[in-house]
């Protein structure tokens, strides 16, 4: 099941947010205000979940929770700049 939703993460990532906010407790305590939670599902919404994923699962700091943030950079970065191709 976590796998299904990973995947639909990387095509849907705004629904997942929307599902993982309203059905879980995924981002309970990761958040001081609800600021970046809102930046981030407007302009980065797949490093969003990621941030929130590596806080959860590996703690902040750790090398495997950068690599993960690193990665959702990269294809948010890669998400947008195919949009502005499309213009």
Same mark, same amino acid.
């Given at each position: 099941?976590? =796998?299904?939703?990973? %995947?639909?993460? *990387? +095509?849907? &990532?705004?629904?997942? #947010?929307?599902?993982? @906010? ?12 609800? =600021?970046?939670?809102? %930046?981030?599902? *407007? +302009?980065? &919404?797949?490093?969003? #979940?990621?941030?929130? @994923? ?34």
């Amino acid at each position: 099941m976590p =796998l299904i939703i990973g %995947l639909l993460a *990387l +095509f849907f &990532p705004r629904v997942i #947010i929307l599902m993982l @906010y309203f059905l879980t407790s995924f981002f309970t305590g990761v958040y001081d205000s609800i =600021l970046l939670p809102i %930046l981030g599902f *407007l +302009f980065m &919404p797949v490093t969003l #979940i990621a941030y929130t @994923y590596a806080i959860n699962t590996v703690g902040p700091g750790s090398t495997t929770g950068i690599v993960i943030i690193a990665i959702a950079v990269i294809i948010d970065l890669g998400l947008w700049k195919r949009g502005s191709r499309r213009k």
